[in-house]
């Protein structure tokens, strides 16, 4: 959910942006594997200052 929230979702915290995160990451995992959204959460991760 981390990846979803860092590269689409705002940081506000609301319920509802709560519910699309889960529902986007569960459709991020039809699309990649754990390593490819691992690779993803940690290039934004390790960039971010």
Avoid: C, G, P
């Amino acid at each position: 959910m981390q990846v979803v929230r860092n590269y689409v979702l705002s940081f506000e915290r609301t319920y509802e942006r709560k519910l699309k995160e889960i529902i986007l990451a569960w459709k991020l995992e039809d699309y990649l594997n754990k390593e490819e959204i691992f690779e993803l959460y940690f290039n934004k991760a390790f960039f971010r200052k």
